[in-house]
């Protein structure tokens, strides 16, 4: 989604907020702008497309000050063209907006001046703020009468004429960084954005703003007091957001899950003693529900982890995409446990079904990868996935550290509810911590995956079909083929697809099915066997066992290293996810940044 980056300092800004446009580029954009005071003077230039384009546009005319914002777009109202991109400009205001005004509309018409040069919500922004201006208000009051009008979700830049070295900044809804440099200070939508400039950061809460000068922040809340907010320090620093040798981030991230999944494991699994203790301040015991919200991968994690919830600790598992939550009226008791599930923490959808379940008295936990994220600040309970940051738009390491975190969390929901025996708990526990080395041993079959790929990259449509635990990952896996290549594809649990989606099925239609050899092996096959023998090509992602006992029907099969099938649906995650990024390859798709796509979600 839109990204925002601001430097208000005391050397030249233009060369760094491009650079930090570009570490935001991993969100998802289609055009990029940015605007200067440049001796006091609103200068700005703007670019469709990609940021290159931006650059080019900077060196004809190159403009540069002191203090300057700029912006990615994610195109919500008006389409991704040069007009539409921020910053936007009026009378002597420019700013740069991530969210959506809801009642722009009405404001607009509520104007004097209501003459709009865009299609956006935002412009409406730097009308109000100019006309509070021009009704005598000094900057600061402005800024705030303006708050005060919007409804929706924001997060804005606002730099004004004539108003030396100052951006003004508000966030409700949508993210928003304050960086502390040395006689500079910085803003950012995350902390990806200022990894160049700064480690220190303050994370705006809910409804504040503030004003940023080269040597000092005032932070005000929702009702204008001045507050404080706490500093953090950012671990990590630039070289987290590097490729590497690999051609994408996507590729990198698929081969770093062995030591991803390996450091979520730390966190929830205890290896010499073989048991996994309850994080603090969770009690299984104390709930008899647990509603489970997500959105896109993070709500197929979710979905698996509702078998080993029920399987192993008995205890109810209600998933839910986090869109339709709140909006359904569901039933919630004191007795349940929410917990959202997402890597970056700051999905609106999910992060309003939180706040949802907040105020309706339930007890919330937050599974996420940015430690610092709202859903973390705001759930009573923060658990960490620690996959480390994740660029490529197509979510991987953060999915298997999710299934990694939630599966440990039903071992130890087991251990505490007293359901499960010390036996199981310690073959449970033992199979988790082989993950790592079987996901390594399955990133081997990477060549062979690769020209599985070449084929169904000639294909219009794919189907992927699983039973039990792997139903989700075979939407999931659809989900990776989808917004990588662009190849339409569905998941299916295999038993459905003669209620209707089979008639689809003719010759050459590649069916990825994904059958470890488990209780439900026999029943997957059987359906694999009805589609083959209507002319589908299967591509079957099995064990050993499996593929010995599978027949012939398959035109390929992946043979993924044996696991316990507790962590099987883990293991299997790579094939698909090794499938989708080769079939992207071959098509030669913007892997990384796929079209229409963003990384973090930030409206609803
Ligand atoms: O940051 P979140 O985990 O909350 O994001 C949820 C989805 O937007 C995300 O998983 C999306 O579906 C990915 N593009 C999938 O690869």
Same mark, same amino acid.
């Given at each position: 989604?839109?990204?925002?980056?601001?430097?208000?300092?005391?050397?030249?800004?233009?060369?760094?907020?491009?650079?930090?446009?570009?570490?935001?580029?991993?969100?998802?954009?289609?055009?990029?702008?940015?605007?200067?005071?440049?001796?006091?003077?609103?200068?700005?230039?703007?670019?469709?497309?990609?940021?290159?384009?931006?650059?080019?546009?900077?060196?004809?005319?190159?403009?540069?000050?002191?203090?300057?914002?700029?912006?990615?777009?994610?195109?919500?109202?008006?389409?991704?063209?040069?007009?539409?991109?921020?910053?936007?400009?009026?009378?002597? /205001?420019?700013?740069?907006?991530?969210?959506?005004?809801?009642?722009?509309?009405?404001?607009?018409? %509520?104007?004097?001046?209501?003459?709009?040069?865009?299609? +956006?919500?935002?412009?409406?922004?730097?009308?109000?703020?100019?006309?509070?201006?021009?009704?005598?208000?000094?900057?600061?009051?402005?800024?705030?009468?303006?708050?005060?009008?919007?409804?929706?979700?924001?997060?804005?830049? /606002?730099?004004?004429?004539?108003?030396?070295?100052?951006?003004?900044?508000?966030?409700?809804?949508?993210?928003?960084?304050?960086?502390?440099?040395?006689?500079?200070?910085?803003?950012?939508?995350?902390?990806?954005?200022?990894?160049?400039?700064?480690?220190?950061?303050?994370?705006?809460?809910?409804?504040?703003?503030?004003?940023?000068?080269?040597?000092?922040?005032?932070?005000?809340?929702? %009702?204008?007091?001045?507050?404080?907010?706490?500093?953090?320090?950012?671990?990590?620093? *630039?070289?987290?957001?590097?490729?590497?040798?690999?051609?994408?981030?996507?590729?990198?991230?698929?081969?770093?899950?062995?030591?991803?999944?390996?450091?979520?494991?730390?966190?929830?699994?205890?290896?010499?003693?073989?048991?996994?203790?309850?994080?603090?301040?969770?009690?299984?015991?104390?709930?008899?529900?647990?509603?489970?919200?997500?959105?896109?991968?993070?709500?197929?994690?979710?979905?698996?982890?509702?078998?080993?919830?029920?399987?192993?600790?008995?205890?109810?598992?209600?998933?839910?995409?986090?869109?339709?939550?709140?909006?359904?009226?569901? /039933?919630?008791?004191?007795?349940?446990?929410?917990?959202?599930?997402?890597? %970056?923490?700051?999905?609106?959808?999910?992060?309003?079904?939180?706040?949802?379940?907040?105020?309706?008295?339930?007890?919330?936990?937050?599974?996420?990868?940015?430690? +610092?994220?709202?859903?973390?600040?705001?759930?009573?309970?923060?658990?960490?996935?620690?996959?480390?940051?994740?660029?490529? /738009?197509?979510?991987?390491?953060?999915?298997?550290?999710q299934l990694t975190a939630l599966a440990s969390l039903a071992l130890s929901a087991a251990k505490s509810r007293k359901d499960l025996s010390r036996d199981a708990e310690i073959r449970l526990a033992r199979a988790l911590i082989k993950t790592p080395r079987k996901i390594k041993e399955a990133l081997e079959l990477d060549a062979q995956v690769e020209q599985i790929a070449f084929e169904l990259s000639k294909s219009r449509s794919a189907f992927y079909l699983g039973r039990g635990s792997q139903v989700p990952i075979a939407l999931e896996g659809a989900l990776k083929l989808k917004e990588i290549s662009y190849i339409h594809a569905e998941g299916y649990a295999a038993g459905e697809l003669k209620h209707g989606p089979i008639a689809l099925i003719e010759d050459g239609t590649p069916v990825i099915v994904i059958a470890p050899y488990d209780p439900l092996f026999e029943k997957t096959i059987s359906n694999l066997q009805e589609v083959a023998s209507r002319g589908a090509r299967i591509i079957l992602? +099995?064990?050993?066992?499996?593929?010995?006992?599978?027949?012939?029907?398959?035109?390929?099969?992946?043979?993924?290293?044996?696991?316990?099938?507790?962590?099987?649906?883990?293991?299997?995650?790579?094939?698909?996810?090794?499938?989708?990024?080769? +079939?992207?390859?071959?098509?030669?798709?913007?892997?990384?940044? *796929?079209?229409?796509?963003?990384? %973090?979600?930030?409206?609803?």
């Amino acid at each position: 989604m839109c990204g925002i980056i601001g430097i208000a300092g005391r050397s030249t800004v233009t060369e760094r907020l491009v650079e930090g446009l570009k570490r935001l580029e991993y969100r998802g954009y289609d055009s990029s702008g940015i605007a200067i005071l440049d001796g006091g003077e609103l200068k700005r230039e703007r670019a469709e497309g990609k940021i290159k384009s931006l650059e080019a546009k900077l060196k004809d005319g190159m403009i540069d000050g002191h203090t300057g914002i700029a912006h990615t777009r994610w195109a919500t109202h008006g389409v991704p063209n040069e007009t539409n991109a921020h910053p936007h400009f009026f009378g002597r /205001v420019g700013v740069v907006h991530n969210g959506i005004i809801e009642n722009f509309l009405e404001l607009r018409a %509520s104007l004097p001046d209501n003459h709009f040069r865009t299609e +956006t919500d935002t412009e409406v922004v730097a009308h109000l703020i100019d006309d509070a201006l021009t009704r005598g208000l000094d900057s600061k009051a402005a800024f705030q009468d303006c708050l005060k009008k919007l409804r929706g979700a924001y997060a804005f830049g /606002v730099i004004i004429d004539g108003v030396k070295d100052q951006i003004f900044c508000a966030r409700a809804g949508s993210p928003l960084a304050i960086g502390i440099g040395d006689d500079e200070m910085y803003l950012g939508s995350d902390a990806m954005a200022l990894a160049q400039l700064t480690n220190r950061l303050i994370y705006l809460e809910e409804g504040d703003w503030a004003i940023l000068s080269p040597d000092s922040v005032d932070i005000f809340d929702k %009702s204008g007091a001045s507050v404080t907010r706490a500093e953090t320090i950012i671990s990590g620093g *630039p070289a987290m957001a590097e490729k590497g040798n690999y051609r994408h981030f996507m590729l990198k991230e698929i081969y770093e899950q062995p030591e991803t999944v390996g450091r979520t494991l730390a966190n929830y699994v205890d290896e010499f003693n073989l048991t996994a203790d309850l994080p603090e301040g969770l009690n299984f015991s104390e709930y008899d529900r647990i509603v489970i919200i997500a959105c896109g991968t993070a709500c197929y994690a979710a979905m698996v982890a509702k078998y080993w919830f029920e399987q192993l600790a008995g205890i109810a598992v209600d998933v839910d995409v986090a869109s339709e939550f709140r909006y359904r009226q569901p /039933v919630l008791s004191p007795k349940s446990l929410f917990i959202a599930v997402s890597q %970056s923490g700051e999905t609106a959808d999910t992060l309003a079904a939180l706040r949802y379940c907040k105020d309706h008295g339930v007890r919330t936990a937050a599974l996420v990868n940015v430690m +610092t994220s709202t859903m973390a600040r705001e759930a009573d309970i923060a658990l960490p996935i620690n996959a480390g940051p994740e660029i490529g /738009v197509a979510s991987t390491k953060a999915f298997t550290s999710q299934l990694t975190a939630l599966a440990s969390l039903a071992l130890s929901a087991a251990k505490s509810r007293k359901d499960l025996s010390r036996d199981a708990e310690i073959r449970l526990a033992r199979a988790l911590i082989k993950t790592p080395r079987k996901i390594k041993e399955a990133l081997e079959l990477d060549a062979q995956v690769e020209q599985i790929a070449f084929e169904l990259s000639k294909s219009r449509s794919a189907f992927y079909l699983g039973r039990g635990s792997q139903v989700p990952i075979a939407l999931e896996g659809a989900l990776k083929l989808k917004e990588i290549s662009y190849i339409h594809a569905e998941g299916y649990a295999a038993g459905e697809l003669k209620h209707g989606p089979i008639a689809l099925i003719e010759d050459g239609t590649p069916v990825i099915v994904i059958a470890p050899y488990d209780p439900l092996f026999e029943k997957t096959i059987s359906n694999l066997q009805e589609v083959a023998s209507r002319g589908a090509r299967i591509i079957l992602i +099995t064990d050993d066992i499996g593929a010995k006992s599978a027949g012939n029907m398959a035109s390929e099969t992946i043979v993924v290293p044996s696991s316990d099938s507790f962590v099987a649906p883990i293991i299997m995650s790579i094939a698909i996810q090794l499938l989708a990024y080769h +079939t992207a390859v071959h098509l030669g798709t913007d892997v990384d940044q *796929p079209r229409n796509l963003a990384k %973090s979600v930030t409206v609803e």
